[in-house]
């Protein structure tokens, strides 16, 4: 599976954002996708998973809310939907995926990861 993020970039607080990861190279209809986040020197952390096949969805508390992920199962492409930015939410943002159906949190559950989108928000 390969997954290819997008969308970063340097935004006000206030702010909203929409970050994309395309995927390609599996069955994604047995999968659950997530996105991370780590900001420096801070461990990754779960911001939120949905759960391709009836797009189930879970949020960290820091997150909801604020956020909504989706997926559009025609383009194999999930979202993370950023509104009320906060400088809090400054990290480099990341979409993982793994087989099976289940909302976790670790980042040590899931298989592949995309290479990263910065979101960078000033005060």
């Known amino acids: 599976v390969q997954l290819q993020a997008s969308g970063g970039g340097l935004v006000q607080a206030g702010d909203s954002l929409r970050l994309s990861c395309a995927a390609s190279?599996?069955?994604?209809?047995?999968?659950?996708m997530a996105w991370f986040r780590q900001a420096p020197g801070k461990e990754r952390e779960f911001v939120a998973a949905?759960?391709?096949?009836?797009?189930?969805?879970v949020y960290a508390g820091s997150v909801k809310g604020r956020s909504t992920i989706s997926r559009d199962s025609a383009k194999n492409t999930m979202y993370l939907q950023m509104n009320s930015l906060k400088p809090e939410d400054t990290a480099v943002y990341y979409c993982?995926?793994?087989?099976?159906?289940?909302?976790?949190?670790?980042?040590?559950?899931?298989?592949?990861w995309g290479q990263g989108t910065l979101v960078t928000v000033s005060s």
């Open positions: 949905i759960i391709w096949i009836d797009s189930t969805t």
């Open positions: 993982a995926a793994r087989s099976g159906w289940g909302e976790r949190r670790q980042p040590s559950e899931y298989d592949d």
């Open positions: 190279g599996g069955t994604f209809i047995t999968y659950t």
